[in-house]
Every structure is written in structure tokens, then in C-alpha cells.
């Protein structure tokens, strides 16, 4: 990561004074670290955090896993519907492998623990801005082999729902929130092809929406966001 670049940052937890601490350790990590790190707005629960990540494009955003009027999970969920570009660290008070693997499941760049935010922050903040994921170093053992035990399972269901190979690449795109028109210029088919593969996708998922789509194949590990 370039030290002089800019990295605006969105916060979002629905605590006042966690806020008012993460924005003070920020502005010590770029006085202190050569890091040039602005927080340019600050969110107390999904709505304004979906809001907020429309209007700023922030390339991070801090997020708690529980929020005022939605949980972190789905506000993760949200941000891929509307195309969030940037990055999402979650910083929680959660530390049970379940939580950790469901929010790197659904796109999370990183997973840091609220009571190291200290010692976790600075190091998840330049992790995630090369490209890599952050996880603390004493649960990512057991989160790959979650993973790998995710994959192999999931591998099972799909040969169970008979999806096809262009169903799988229809699904990817539209767990990352690519419209109809943008799946039809990444596989080079038409619209129309795209909705005969919704169709029949949605019918072996037994759903009747993108949303629920996207839900039931995070769920089941059909996709790796």
C-alpha cells in the first residue's frame, strides 16, 4: 500500500463513544504511522450506513456486527446489492468461529476483535489495502479449515441441485451484485440467456427472488464471496 495515499473511511457502530475512541486511535495511526487516514462520515445503523457508503464511496468502511435497525451480516449482504467498490473490516465483540466465518463468508476483507482494536487495527488496515485477508492470528487455523470443510460440502450440494457449470458463473455474478445486463457482458450471452439461467436457478434453489438467491447460496456455501 502507498503511504501517501489516501484511505477515506466510513465507521459504523451504534455506540457514540466506541465511535468517538476508533476515530481518535485513526487519528493517531496518521499522525504517528505515516499513514494518511480520513474518516469522512459515521453511521449508527444499516440505513445510514447504506446511505453513507452510496453518497462517499469511502474505500473502507468499519463495521460492527450489530446495529441499530440490522445486523452487520446483512448490512454485508446490502453493500454487494448496491455495489459497494471498497472494503469492509469488521471490527466485533464476537470471537466464536461461527461469527467470523459467516461475515468473511458474505465479504468481509478482514475480522478484528473489538477488546485488540489496539493491536489489531493497524495491521488489518494495511493487510487488507494489499490485496489480503485479515483474521487475528489465533482463529485463522480453525477458520481455513471451517473453510476447506465448507468447500467440500458445498461441493456435495451442488452435484445434488444439478446446477450446471453456467448456472454456478450466473450465481457468482449475482452474489456480487451484477445486474442482468452486466452478468450477459461478463459471460458474453445475451439478457435473455441470463434469465433462462435465473430461472432455472431460482427454481433449484426453491426461491423466488435475486435477494433470496444470494442468501440461500451463501448459506448452503455454494459461492465464496
Known amino acids: ?19 468517538q475512541g476508533l476515530r481518535t486511535l ?24 447504506l446511505r453513507l ?11 460492527d456486527l450489530e446495529l441499530a435497525g440490522g445486523d452487520g451480516i446483512t448490512t454485508l449482504f446490502k453493500l454487494k446489492e448496491i455495489s459497494y467498490a471498497g472494503k469492509v473490516l469488521v471490527l466485533s465483540g464476537h470471537q466464536e468461529d461461527d461469527w467470523i466465518f459467516r461475515a468473511m463468508q458474505v465479504g468481509a476483507a478482514g475480522y478484528v476483535f473489538k477488546t485488540r482494536l489496539a493491536t489489531q487495527l493497524y495491521e488489518a488496515i494495511n493487510t487488507v489495502f494489499k490485496s489480503e485477508v485479515y483474521l487475528p492470528t489465533e482463529v485463522a487455523s480453525g477458520f481455513f ?3 476447506q470443510a465448507s468447500f467440500d460440502s458445498s ?13 454456478q458463473e450466473v450465481l457468482k455474478w ?24 435465473l430461472t432455472s ?12 438467491a444470494i442468501v440461500t447460496a451463501l448459506k448452503l456455501g455454494l459461492i465464496q464471496a
Open 1 to 19: 500500500m502507498n503511504a501517501i495515499e489516501t484511505i477515506s473511511i466510513l465507521l459504523v457502530d451504534d455506540e457514540d463513544r466506541f465511535r
Open 26 to 49: 485513526i487519528n493517531f495511526y496518521t499522525i504517528n504511522e505515516s499513514l494518511s487516514l480520513e474518516v469522512v462520515g459515521e453511521a449508527r445503523s444499516q440505513e445510514e450506513a
Open 53 to 63: 457508503a452510496t453518497q462517499l464511496s469511502p474505500s473502507l468502511i468499519l463495521l
Open 145 to 147: 479449515r471451517r473453510f
Open 155 to 167: 461441493w456435495q450440494i451442488r452435484r445434488q441441485l444439478h446446477l450446471t457449470e453456467r448456472e
Open 174 to 197: 449475482l452474489t456480487q451484485g451484477a445486474s442482468n445486463e452486466e452478468i450477459a457482458q461478463y459471460l458474453y450471452v445475451t439478457v435473455a440467456t441470463v434469465k433462462a439461467h
Open 201 to 212: 436457478i431460482f427454481a433449484k434453489l426453491e426461491v423466488t427472488s435475486r435477494t433470496q
